[in-house]
């Protein structure tokens, strides 16, 4: 078994290094990380399966382990896609399970859009809508019916970094400037997790001294790029999930804010072959909010997985 703590580094297309975990033997389970997720948040629920899969987990530019990596284009959907592909290739995997979670979905998702999903044997989901934006005729992007509102909000904290764009770190803003950062991050946290009583409490932690020490999973830098990705209002996926022709298994908190329910999914309408499991009592992180649930989840998702027919993955042009 491989040592949790081994940190390969695989080369990108920019010659830069990204960080990835390998954790396990047996058929390679790829696993891709949400917004501000650490690959090291994986291990609790893989450990129980190491035995049998070997787990490749990536911490995306700009955090965890690849905390120091710029995102390589505008587009931070496109630059992930990009690569998760190129860890594909360098590890040469050709028949595997892929799963993504929040981003680590929309990742997914992309590259679904873009050239399919050859090689992936089944695919889990979770928590991630297949239409960011909100449109004519689709209210269940990010935030859903608040969309206008929190991307007003997203607005203002955007507008704020552009007063100051050599910024990299709160610690680089002035003190006032830094307490309406906190107060906008604050407000945006709280929407995310469903709980408006948290916007207070999250506004005092963000401007405590060890927070801004280097805390924020996020630098500034990248905090620009993402903002203007959500705000460009495209990346709808839709059209394309009927070819994920592989097994899949669709997630959903049932108390999710980011992300409602219906339009989670339109994935199960569209796709051909999808096994929905609701987690009745979480939001967008029931992995932390329902753990024995998922654990449980994520093997019958694995056993499944490895039993499907390679015949049956997504190998477009």
């Not at 496109?78 to 028949?95: Q, T």
């Not at 939001?283 to 909010?289: A, N, Q, S, T």
Request: positive net charge; proline residues 7%.
């Amino acid at each position: 078994m491989v040592d949790p703590s081994r940190m390969p580094v695989v080369t990108m297309r920019d010659g830069r290094g990204l960080h990835v975990r390998v954790v396990g033997k047996g058929m390679p389970v790829l696993l891709l990380p949400g917004l501000g997720m650490s690959s090291m948040l994986w291990l609790p629920f893989v450990w129980p399966f190491a035995h049998r899969y070997r787990f490749i987990l990536p911490d995306f530019r700009g955090f965890g382990r690849s905390s120091h990596l710029a995102i390589e284009r505008d587009d931070v959907f496109e630059s992930h896609a990009m690569d998760v592909r190129d860890v594909i290739a360098h590890l040469g995997l050709r028949d595997f399970l892929l799963g993504g979670i929040s981003l680590g979905g929309t990742t997914a998702l992309h590259m679904n859009h873009r050239a399919g999903l050859d090689g992936v044997r089944a695919y889990l989901h979770v928590e991630q809508s297949p239409c960011v934006g909100n449109r004519l005729g689709w209210r269940y992007g990010l935030f859903g019916e608040r969309q206008d509102t929190c991307f007003d909000e997203f607005r203002v904290f955007a507008g704020l970094l552009g007063q100051y764009p050599e910024a990299r770190e709160l610690t680089d803003l002035p003190p006032s400037e830094r307490a309406r950062a906190a107060e906008s991050l604050a407000r945006i946290a709280a929407w995310t997790f469903g709980t408006p009583r948290l916007e207070a409490p999250l506004r005092r932690f963000f401007l405590l001294p060890t927070f801004l020490a280097g805390r924020f999973p996020l630098s500034l830098r990248d905090a620009r790029t993402y903002i203007a990705a959500y705000l460009a209002g495209g990346h709808d996926y839709r059209s394309s999930l009927r070819n994920l022709a592989m097994p899949v298994t669709l997630m959903i908190g049932m108390k999710s804010t980011p992300y409602p329910y219906p339009g989670q999914m339109a994935i199960a309408e569209s796709a051909p072959n999808v096994r929905v499991v609701r987690f009745e009592r979480s939001g967008h992180l029931p992995l932390f909010e329902e753990p024995a649930k998922f654990v449980r989840e994520l093997g019958r998702f694995l056993e499944h997985g490895s039993r499907a027919s390679s015949r049956t993955t997504n190998g477009l042009p």
